[in-house]
């Protein structure tokens, strides 16, 4: 029986693989700290460890590197695909969640000043990740990979 090439795909698995995995691993983070509330959601939520966005793209880049060669042209896209990722991950989204994070308080210091029509909402915080969290998430992504490696 032959498969869709999608269904083949050795660059592909590793990196849903890897991402589902890292999201799985904060359910279950969560729920042993907080219990059951809020953990369904917390599969479909950004930030917090380990980082799915680098497990993600590290498998795929790994797995490139594993399947095609090191010195491939698909190796290299898939290196400055992830170091891209990784750098906004620690830098930008991370800084977006954490003004957020100022934006939240400020919005509860400065309330008795807002109209009584204006009641902004409170901004997501958990945006970006710690260098331990992407650390994490690379760490994860190799493993997958090799374990997908043929």
Known sequence: MNLPPILENQLLWPAMVAAT???VIKVITHVSTDGWAGASGRFWETGGMPSSHSAG?????FSAGLEVGWGSPTFAVAAVF???VIYDALGVRRAAGMHAALLNELVVQLRHLLDEGFQPGTLRTLLGHSSP???AGIALGIVVAFLFAR
């Open 57 to 61: 793209v590290t498998a795929l880049a």
């Open 21 to 23: 995995a890292a999201q």
């Open 133 to 135: 969290q992407v650390f």
């Open 82 to 84: 992830a170091y891209i």
